[in-house]
């Protein structure tokens, strides 16, 4: 009975966690001019709009590539940090491994002024690579935590049947290692990705005119409230969402083939 009581809690906090969904997706095909639901007709204008107002695709583009190139600073930074701590035995390893996932716990407005303080000396707000480089104070973490779980469940073995046979460490590292690590390279990279892509606090703080999209949907929302907010909503979710399944699914099919 308790663990049916529990079933029906989860299904209802999911359905209510969901309902705005529910709310979106017609408003962003809604044919006022204003935000109205239930829609009095239905129109594709908003998603025209979208596409041809050159703001929007600016700051989406440029939410791209920093997010990709987040992405792969974060990696060429928590790739080698994951081996120290996973394989490492040295002082201090307990307290790096919680400084690299101190930004999960430390507030983002807090960080965000932090930041602000220090990029403010070294001009680079408005710079989009310093929103790089503070979108991977947040993604780091994540990479760190997916590499080092797939390091755990790493077979040691085949690195010393390499080595056994004549390989280099490096040789090894980079024909054995890395390729059967793979499903953690990509996940971990997915996820820093959204992480940045999905960002809104530190853009407000660092981003300066050079908005990204999460900032131009806060400001589209404080100027203009219209439904191209609900279909710039509704690409968003669509995207984060191919990304979760292609960390599930890709991610898998890499570990099978792996294997």
């Known amino acids: 009975m308790s663990?049916?009581?529990?079933v029906m809690l989860c299904a209802a906090i999911y359905v209510f966690l969901m309902?705005?969904?529910a709310v979106v997706f017609p408003i962003s095909l809604s044919s006022a001019p204003y935000m109205q639901f239930p829609p009095p007709g239905f129109s594709t204008r908003w998603y025209d709009r979208f596409f041809e107002d050159p703001q929007w695709i600016e700051a989406t583009v440029r939410s791209l590539y920093v997010g990709g190139a987040t992405a792969l600073l974060a990696?060429?930074?928590?790739?080698p940090l994951a081996f120290s701590l996973a394989r490492g035995r040295f002082a201090g390893r307990v307290l790096l491994d919680r400084l690299a996932l101190a930004p999960l716990i430390v507030p983002t407005i807090i960080l965000s002024v932090g930041l602000y303080g220090l990029f403010a000396k070294l001009k680079l707000i408005g710079e989009w690579y310093g929103l790089v480089v503070a979108h991977t104070v947040l993604a780091l973490p994540f990479v760190v935590l997916v590499m080092v779980a797939g390091l755990r469940d790493f077979d040691r073995g085949l690195e010393q049947a390499a080595e056994g046979l004549g390989a280099?460490?490096?040789r090894t590292l980079l024909r054995v290692t890395l390729p059967l690590l793979r499903p953690s390279l990509?996940?971990?990279g997915l996820l820093a990705f959204i992480s940045s892509f999905d960002e809104l606090v530190i853009a407000l703080f660092l981003a300066g005119p050079n908005m990204t999209l999460p900032k131009k949907m806060f400001d589209n929302i404080l100027m203009e409230i219209d439904p191209t907010i609900a279909a710039v909503s509704v690409m968003q979710i669509l995207l984060v969402s191919i990304v979760l399944v292609l960390i599930g699914r890709f991610?898998?099919?890499?570990?099978?083939s792996a294997r």
């Not at 991610?251 to 099978?256: A, K, Q, V």
């Open 3 to 6: 663990r049916r009581l529990l």
């Open 251 to 256: 991610g898998r099919g890499l570990r099978d």
């Open 19 to 21: 309902l705005p969904l």
């Open 75 to 79: 990696l060429a930074l928590g790739v």
């Open 186 to 188: 990509v996940s971990a």
């Open 168 to 170: 280099s460490r490096v």
